[in-house]
């Protein structure tokens, strides 16, 4: 079976970092697309970085550009999203997700995720 489990979230002020882990089980990184995606109080859930490991496409969202980097280690097969720069708009529980696809073109979207791990809280005090 697929699972994904986030961990690495918490409170932090603002200008500090963070860096999220997603460990991933029952599949390796060739030929999925990961994404983290982020859903804040009254908003919808949006996708904020993705990568395709099959043909090295990575994405981030104009908000966390140059903030943000993710970032794989296949031999634990786990996906870090480091976060720096934080401020209290970056306030949200964070998800990763994946699916089975050969180019992560549009992985910002959440369309055709299949699996989603349970999230993980993110707050910044300001």
């Known amino acids: 079976e697929v699972q994904l489990v986030e961990s690495g979230g918490g409170l932090v002020q603002a200008g500090g970092s963070l860096r999220l882990s997603c460990a991933a089980s029952g599949f390796t990184f060739d030929d999925y697309v990961i994404g983290w995606f982020r859903q804040a109080p009254g908003k919808e859930r949006e996708g904020i970085s993705c990568?395709?490991?099959?043909?090295?496409?990575?994405y981030y969202a104009g908000s966390v550009r140059d903030r943000f980097t993710i970032s794989s280690d296949n031999a634990k097969n786990t996906v870090y999203l480091q976060m720096n720069s934080l401020n209290s708009e970056d306030t949200a529980v964070y998800y990763c997700?994946?699916?089975?696809?050969?180019?992560?073109?549009?992985?910002?979207?959440?369309?055709?995720?299949?699996?989603w791990g349970q999230g993980t809280q993110v707050t910044v005090s300001s």
């Open positions: 997700a994946a699916k089975k696809s050969y180019t992560g073109y549009g992985c910002l979207r959440r369309y055709n995720y299949n699996y």
């Open positions: 990568f395709s490991k099959s043909d090295g496409i990575t």
